[in-house]
T-cell receptor
Framework: DAGVTQSPTHLIKTRGQQVTLRCSPK?????VSWYQQALGQGPQFIFQ???????QRGNFPDRFSGHQFPNYSSELNVNALLLGDSALYLC????????????FGPGTRLLVL | GQQLNQSPQSMFIQEGEDVSMNCTSS?????WLWYKQEPGEGPVLLIA?????ELTSNGRLTAQFGITRKDSFLNISASIPSDVGIYFC???????????FGKGTRLSVIA
């Protein structure tokens, strides 16, 4: 049973560019949440997708957008990249209903130069 | 945004020693989760707690959900070198709300 997978593992971009990160949830899970983890910090919630719609959003600008596909996989898009967007981007999957637990993928390390 | 208070920030211990870390919040949670993260990897779920007062073990790890629902602790017994990493607590209220994380406890084990 595959766990949560993310691609790519690493990415280098320059300021102003756009980036797309991808996530496939754990088998049987229908909800995907995205988090940003800066160095030395805990993960910060970006948004959550369920039934192909954004269900919750954290305190992130509109430059951060996402999408969920019918197979429950998800994409995170970041436009007009800033140096401060450099971080580890984590995807977590969960299933509606009990138990309420989120499982994380290995993350995508984004470096903005 | 909301963040949990996790302590200590870091620990240096001898192999074989027991470890205790805790997490507190100003608001209540219905679920407490403990994760371990190693360099360059995503957090790995260690223990999930769903009921106030619940005490749950996973091998050498034991965690408790505080009675007030505002705190939780994690104990590691007889530490070994592979316990090295950053331990995060996270609170959750319902499946469609985000996890709220602490800043982590960095554990170093000296052989």
């Amino acid at each position: 049973d595959a766990g949560v997978t993310q691609s790519p593992t690493h990415l280098i971009k320059t300021r102003g560019q756009q980036v797309t990160l991808r996530c496939s949830p754990k088998s049987g899970h229908d909800t995907v949440s995205w988090y940003q983890q800066a160095l030395g910090q805990g993960p910060q919630f970006i948004f959550q997708y369920y039934e192909e719609e954004e269900r919750q959003r954290g305190n992130f600008p509109d430059r951060f957008s996402g999408h969920q596909f019918p197979n429950y996989s998800s994409e995170l898009n970041v436009n007009a990249l800033l140096l401060g967007d450099s971080a580890l981007y984590l995807c977590a999957s969960s299933s509606t209903g009990w138990p309420e637990t989120q499982y994380f993928g290995p993350g995508t390390r984004l470096l903005v130069l | 945004g909301q963040q949990l208070n996790q302590s200590p920030q870091s620990m240096f211990i001898q192999e074989g020693e027991d470890v205790s870390m805790n997490c507190t919040s100003s608001s209540i949670f219905n679920t407490w989760l403990w994760y371990k993260q190693e360099p360059g990897e995503g957090p790995v779920l260690l223990i999930a707690l769903y009921k106030a007062g619940e005490l749950t073990s996973n091998g050498r790890l034991t965690a408790q959900f505080g009675i007030t629902r505002k705190d939780s602790f994690l104990n590691i017994s007889a530490s070994i070198p592979s316990d090295v990493g950053i331990y995060f607590c996270a609170g959750l209220n319902s499946g469609n709300t985000p996890l709220v994380f602490g800043k982590g406890t960095r554990l170093s084990v000296i052989a």
